[in-house]
């Protein structure tokens, strides 16, 4: 992507800057990010844009997830969605509704603050940074509409009793002799089991499910926690 334009190369040099700077000093390149993106009128279109219609609350609830004792992030997919969330989580982190380096250690945890903060800029500002960049300098682009389907509900219920039951396979996971590369795609598949039973989606459920029962059979362990989870399915999804 060409950058060109004031705007957009303030806005990439605060980024940068962010990516090394001292802690103390965070909180203040962030309310400079954010001067820059309400300076700029290119920035500001965008920014209004992709907030018409935008549920930040709703967003970030589905975003924010705690499986077991990880605090995840799961980043809206679409550029749209993914600037106007970064962007409210960025006013709420300077209003100081969200501590900025809190975040960093809770949802990248690493050695130090400091490597935790590069990782939250790398994962989560770098990402924002490219897609609004390339919405000022390329245009805003129309999003694929998928094709829906028809979602049936699981029982609000459910959710929790199956969650119980999943704080112990990820204890189980993190404690088994299995390799890293196993344990790592084991918990992202529990992430993604656990984002099924939050959005109640039967089908989703069901198939994550599947694969993720399969694989800790493989592994050798957590037997009695997938006798207690496929009760619970079976007991509720049973009709569906």
């Known amino acids: 992507m060409a950058y060109n334009g004031e705007g957009v190369a303030a806005l990439v040099s605060i980024i940068d800057e962010l990516q ?16 820059c993106l309400a300076y700029y009128p290119e920035f500001r279109a965008v920014l209004s844009k992709v907030n ?6 709703n967003e970030k609830r589905k975003s924010l997830q705690r499986v077991g004792e990880h605090h995840v992030l799961r980043l809206p ?3 749209k969605q993914l600037v106007a969330f970064v962007s409210n989580m960025l006013v709420e982190m300077d209003a100081g509704a969200m501590d900025l380096l809190a ?6 945890p690493a050695t130090t603050g400091a490597e935790s903060l590069d990782l939250f800029v790398t994962s989560v500002i770098e990402p924002f940074k490219f897609a ?10 129309e999003e694929q509409v998928l094709v ?28 088994c002799q299995a390799s890293a590369d196993t344990r790592a795609e084991l918990l992202l598949m529990l992430e993604g089991f656990a984002a099924a039973l939050d959005n109640r989606d039967v089908l989703m459920i069901k198939a994550i499910w599947i694969g ?15 006798e207690q989870t496929e009760t619970v399915l079976s007991m509720y999804l049973s009709t569906k």
Request: with cysteine; hydrophobic share 45%.
């Open 212 to 226: 993720l029962k399969k694989y800790l059979g493989m592994v050798k362990i957590c037997a009695r926690e997938i």
């Open 20 to 35: 090394t700077v001292n802690l103390i000093l965070a909180d203040k390149k962030v309310k400079e990010l954010l001067k």
């Open 52 to 57: 018409q219609g935008f549920d930040y609350q």
């Open 77 to 79: 997919k679409g550029d």
């Open 148 to 175: 829906e389907r028809s979602i049936d509900f699981a029982p609000s219920g459910m959710g929790e009793q199956v969650k119980n039951i999943l704080v112990a396979i990820v204890k189980g996971v993190n404690e």
């Open 103 to 108: 975040f960093s250690r809770n949802y990248f």
């Open 132 to 141: 609004i960049v390339d919405m000022v300098v390329n245009g805003m682009k």
